[in-house]
T-cell receptor
């Protein structure tokens, strides 16, 4: 069965420290990969996506994610977090030829001053 | 402003009382979807629609119905709600229903928090 695993349910980190949120998916076929962010009491919004080409993708607010096909991973990283990055982050996978998007359980990032 | 709207935002109801949660998008998107969000489970897809009059089950369709009579609207219907349907519900839309992957980005509504007692 297709699945997405986010290895950490909660990640507490101090402001200006680096962070990595891990995501693995189960598949041997081509995929499209997404990270969505949910701020408190809001809907989800796209943070970044991998469709094809360069395996390293970046967002406008300093996050980046690297697609690793051999390890079926799409980990999200930021070299220096801010208080405003406190949110829940969801990894999502859409398999080529399909219409369904599968989400991970989410990782709650909590940035402390 | 491009957006997905849902109504109501909050709803408390009793077991067995039929309810409808509306969803509307103003981006002329083909693809629309309903998810429920539960702690520790992330988002699970209930139903999705690739276009008008074309719908299909997601991973957790039991107890829900949908319809897609117009491109912009995709209501979620609970014919006989039960307490296990207490959850946070999100509607989403995207331009791509199976064509260009660059259109697969989903736009989410603000959510509807449903409590069934």
């Amino acid at each position: 069965a297709q699945s997405v695993t986010q290895l950490d349910s909660q990640v507490p980190v101090f402001e200006e420290a680096p962070v990595e949120l891990r995501c693995n998916y189960s598949s041997s076929v081509s995929v499209y990969l997404f990270w969505y962010v949910q701020y408190p009491n809001q809907g989800l919004q796209l943070l970044l996506k991998y469709l094809s080409g360069s395996t390293l993708v970046e967002s406008i607010n300093g996050f980046e994610a690297e697609f690793n096909k051999s390890q079926t991973s799409f980990h999200l990283r930021k070299p220096s977090v801010h208080i405003s990055d406190t949110a829940e982050y969801f990894c999502a996978v859409r398999y080529t030829g399909g219409f369904k998007t599968i989400f991970g359980a989410g990782t709650r990032l909590f940035v402390k001053a | 402003e491009a957006q997905v709207t849902q109504n109501p935002r909050y709803l408390i109801t009793v077991t067995g009382k039929k309810l409808t949660v509306t969803c509307s998008q103003n981006m002329n998107h083909e693809y629309m979807s309903w998810y429920r969000q539960d702690p520790g489970l992330g988002l699970r897809q209930i139903y999705y629609s690739m276009n008008v009059e074309v719908t299909d089950k997601g991973d957790v369709p039991e107890g829900y119905k949908v319809s897609r009579k117009e491109k912009r609207n995709f209501p979620l219907i609970l014919e006989s709600p039960s307490p296990n349907q207490t959850s946070l519900y999100f509607c989403a839309s995207s331009a791509g229903g199976g064509t260009s992957p660059s259109l697969y980005e989903q736009y989410f509504g603000p959510g509807t928090r449903l409590t069934v007692t």
